[in-house]
């Protein structure tokens, strides 16, 4: 069974969007936007969900230290400060950081290059950023509806570690886009194929790796959103050769074909 990046985050939200590209911007750095102008960054999205973050745990924080008195008072078992502390204590970069590896998040960033070579993708800010601009984005969604987005909130920090392994099972929502670019992989189109994706922002870019053995070349191709290195695995008496074996299984991997 293929799952697209946006039936997994989805299921792991509890949440179904209705405008499902507001899902594909919380997941879009800045870096990526400037380099594919199509697609809108998160920023302003971070901006929403720090707010919504906030509200919704000073809700949470509200419901379990107090309740209304006889008279309609609020009266709580905590007082300011330790609120104060509690409430930090769940929106601390940190904590939020480790929530999106709990939910295993940080996997499906569009990054730029410069956020690529930067290793962006387990900064623990970036994944921060991440936490709020998803839950800025379920909150434009569902038109602010606080039920909706407490439930959301409190799913992602409440979040267990996926028991979902990585496979090329779990394939990213760009799947079927590049299926129509590439079509079934062929060998003698491999190299060609790969780069066209690369050109057209949907991957990065593809490096081969050549070794000279005694009994011919071999080649490592390596993708970053590629879950293995694939090489040819008898040495063949031409680079070229070897290339194109190399970035055939790299392309059956992205896709999700199985020889």
């Not at 302003?44 to 419901?63: M, P, R």
Request: charge should be positive; hydrophobic fraction near 30%; charged fraction near 25%.
């Amino acid at each position: 069974m293929i799952i697209t990046r946006s039936d997994y985050i989805q299921n792991r939200l509890n949440y179904t969007f209705k405008k499902e590209n507001l899902l594909l911007q919380a997941i879009t750095r800045r870096s990526y936007s400037s380099e594919n102008p199509a697609y809108q960054n998160n920023q302003v999205l971070e901006f929403i969900g720090d707010s919504v973050l906030s509200l919704c745990t000073v809700k949470t924080l509200c419901q379990e230290s107090g309740n209304f008195n006889k008279y309609n008072q609020f009266v709580s078992s905590k007082d300011e400060g330790q609120l104060s502390e509690k409430r930090k204590s769940l929106v601390n970069k940190n904590n939020l950081a480790e929530c999106i590896d709990n939910l295993d998040f940080a996997q499906f960033l569009l990054l730029g290059k410069s956020d690529e070579n930067n290793d962006v993708r387990n900064k623990t800010g970036a994944k921060e950023d991440t936490f709020e601009a998803i839950l800025g984005a379920v909150a434009l969604d569902c038109n602010f509806d606080i039920a909706t987005l407490n439930r959301v909130c409190n799913t992602m920090l409440k979040a267990k570690p996926t028991q979902i392994q990585k496979t090329s099972n779990l394939i990213d929502n760009n799947t079927k886009e590049m299926r129509a670019e590439v079509g079934k992989p062929k060998y003698e189109t491999a190299v060609c194929k790969l780069n066209e994706l690369y050109q057209k922002g949907y991957i990065s870019k593809a490096k081969y790796i050549f070794e000279n053995t005694k009994s011919g070349w071999k080649c490592t191709c390596k993708v970053q959103e590629c879950n293995h290195n694939w090489s040819n695995s008898e040495p063949k008496s031409r680079k070229s050769e070897a290339r194109q074996i190399s970035a055939y299984w790299v392309l059956m991997d992205l896709l999700g074909y199985k020889d």
